[in-house]
T-cell receptor
């Protein structure tokens, strides 16, 4: 079945550095991908909608300069956390829809980011 | 916008106990409800879903019926196992775009 692969699954970085998270749809094309953030023991909150070939749409309160999203191809979206700080530590999950199938949504396995 | 309310737990049960996790929502229109499960250290997996009123979704012994009149999609399982320990999220499909998630319910099943 369709799979969304997210990489890395975990990363530890120093404050002030940037981290890039990749989200790939492995056997289907995704014109739209979604990035969610999950705080410890909390629900998933939509951060932004990534659109292939155009700018991402950010949810209210999400800093677009902080969380850079690039969706350069139909199978890859990237989220870059720039100048990371400890408060950015979280679990980030991407999702994509198989629009050529039955519109089912698939989620990546998530990336746990720890900023020290 | 759409919102989902579910019991937050944590819920602790003994093996073979009956499980109910309530989920209600407010929405514009009639978006489809879903249940997702997150096992420790992993991403989300689709557990079950419904697409129209009175649909019953079922998978791995779990069931939920989409009640349009009460805007509810309660999750049930007749006999839980230790392997069911996870966080369960009720969610609404936002018309084929993103999902709106409830706060999640952490379930611990003791042997």
């Amino acid at each position: 079945g369709a799979v969304v692969s997210q990489h890395p699954s975990w990363v530890i970085c120093k404050s002030g550095t940037s981290v890039k998270i990749e989200c790939r749809s492995l056997d289907f094309q995704a014109t739209t991908m979604f990035w969610y953030r999950q705080f410890p023991k909390k629900s998933l909150m939509l951060m932004a909608t990534s659109n292939e070939g155009s700018k991402a749409t950010y949810e209210q309160g999400v800093e677009k300069d902080k969380f850079l999203i690039n969706h350069a191809s139909l199978t890859l979206s990237t989220l870059t956390v720039t100048s990371a700080h400890p408060e950015d530590s979280s679990f980030y999950i991407c999702s994509a829809r198989d629009v050529t199938g039955n519109y089912e949504a698939f989620f990546g396995q998530g990336t746990r980011l720890t900023v020290v | 916008g759409n919102s989902v309310t579910q019991m937050e737990g944590p819920v602790t049960l003994s093996e073979e106990a009956f499980l109910t996790i309530n989920c209600t929502y407010t929405a514009t229109g009639y978006p489809s409800p879903f249940w997702y499960v997150q096992y420790p250290g992993e991403g989300l997996q689709l557990l079950l879903k419904a697409t129209k009123a009175d649909d019953k979704g079922s998978n791995k012994g779990f069931e939920a019926t989409y009640r349009k009149e009460t805007t509810s999609f309660h999750l049930e399982k007749g006999s839980v196992q230790v392997s069911d320990s996870a966080v369960y999220f009720c969610a609404l499909d936002n018309y084929g775009q993103n999902f709106v998630f409830g706060p999640g319910t952490r379930l611990s099943v003791l042997p």
